[in-house]
């Protein structure tokens, strides 16, 4: 299975969405009522419809920014808010993405890449991020029955992908999920190096 733009514009085209929750994530809105600075630069990658990055922007976060292979999604996030910027939403491929952030958020798009560019997103990760920059969001904490997307992980798996780039602040059971997702997620924050 080819996971490019042709596969993610088709499950959105065809409303196969399971990993869509129609809402900011409650982890990550905990997270982002806690962010002071408005000036923060920061980037949702794969961020499919993106109610964090609409979440954000109407808390006057003015420097967000979401990529995604797939078009649909983007346009639904400028459906849902036409005041977000049209030149913050970027069509295209994470791995190519030139740019830095103080702030990455991580929201199911690590758990739909294939498990073999694990370790070559942490490098970009730490790539993209400004010195002392964070990583922050949910990772799933459990292997699932069928072939993915999503693929599941534990926590000492990501530990070997992340620990060479990043000091592992948090990388612990998310205990405000959503019930679906209760006791399978790992809330993380990791600020690089």
Known sequence: M???KEYWSSRYQSNTT????GKVSPPLKAYIDQLENKNLKILIPGG???YEAEYLHLQGFK???????ALEPLH?????????????????DFFELQ??????????FFCA??????GDYAIKMAELLEPQGKLCGLLFDTEFEKEGPPFGGSKLEYL??????????????????????????????????
């Open 76 to 92: 639904n996030l400028l459906q849902r808010n036409p005041t977000f910027p049209k030149s913050h939403l970027i069509q295209g």
């Open 18 to 21: 399971g990993w869509d929750l």
């Open 99 to 108: 740019n830095n952030f103080d702030l990455i958020l991580e929201q199911t």
């Open 48 to 50: 499919g419809n993106s």
């Open 160 to 193: 070997t992908y992340f620990s060479p780039f990043f000091k592992i602040k948090i990388l612990a059971s998310s205990y405000n999920s959503i019930a679906p997702r209760k006791g399978k997620e790992l809330f993380f924050i990791f600020i690089k190096n």
């Open 113 to 118: 890449l294939p498990p073999n560019r694990r």
């Open 2 to 4: 080819r996971l490019d």
């Open 63 to 69: 420097n967000v920014y979401v990529i995604d292979l």
